[in-house]
T-cell receptor, first 114, second 115 residues
């Protein structure tokens, strides 16, 4: 069964450093998403991406964040200058189409900012 | 704006007993509703969804959920709980009338099934 994959599984970085989280969505899916889950809290939406552009973003997704689909298979989330409060589990998700279609989530990348 | 409430942080149930994990929602119009499960150190796994049609939807691992429009609820149920069902359960909603909106999740309910 096709699945969303994410790398790395765990990333440790120092405050102020740039990180890139990578995701490979399911191949025939058209919509891509990033969510995050701070330890012990609920899953929060960051950004959605369709047709090579951001379709929606939350207040969390400020200028420090960016997304890219560089080669038609990967979908990346970049944090330019990490802060301690960016420490969280970051989930990538994809869906075949929008709204009525379930999103399939990757296993997540645990980002630890020290 | 859409929202989801899961009123219970924790649900404890004995193995073999029926389980219910509660969810209520707020959205304009008819919602799209989803349940996801998260096992320790794992990502979110889709269980079931309600889009339209029968109010009772069946999903993976013997779970089902009933859409109740008058009570704006979408409670997750299973007739006979297993220890392996112990996990964190998230209810989520999407507004079908608001473009490519993201899933809005509840805060999650931790289910503990005791042998």
């Amino acid at each position: 069964e096709p699945e969303v994959t994410q790398t790395p599984s765990h990333q440790v970085t120092q405050m102020g450093q740039e990180v890139i989280l990578r995701c490979v969505p399911i191949s025939n899916h058209l919509y891509f998403y990033w969510y995050r889950q701070i330890l012990g809290q609920k899953v929060e939406f960051l950004v959605s991406f369709y047709n090579n552009e951001i379709s929606e973003k939350s207040e969390i997704f400020d200028d420090q964040f960016s997304v890219e689909r560089p080669d038609g298979s990967n979908f990346t989330l970049k944090i330019r200058s990490t802060k301690l409060e960016d420490s969280a589990m970051y989930f990538c998700a994809s869906s075949e189409k929008d709204r009525a279609y379930e999103q399939y989530f990757g296993p997540g990348t645990r980002l630890t900012v020290t | 704006a859409q929202s989801v409430a899961q009123p219970e942080d924790q649900v404890n149930v004995a193995e073999g007993n029926p389980l219910t994990v509660k969810c209520t929602y707020s959205v304009s119009g008819n919602p799209y509703l989803f349940w996801y499960v998260q096992y320790p150190n794992r990502g979110l796994q889709f269980l079931l969804k309600y889009i339209t049609g029968d109010n009772l939807v069946k999903g993976s691992y013997g779970f089902e959920a009933e859409f109740n429009k008058s009570q704006t609820s979408f409670h997750l149920k299973k007739p006979s709980a297993l220890v392996s069902d112990s996990a964190l359960y998230f209810c989520a909603v999407r507004d079908p009338n608001s473009g490519n909106t993201p899933l809005v999740f509840g805060k999650g309910t931790r289910l503990s099934v005791i042998a």
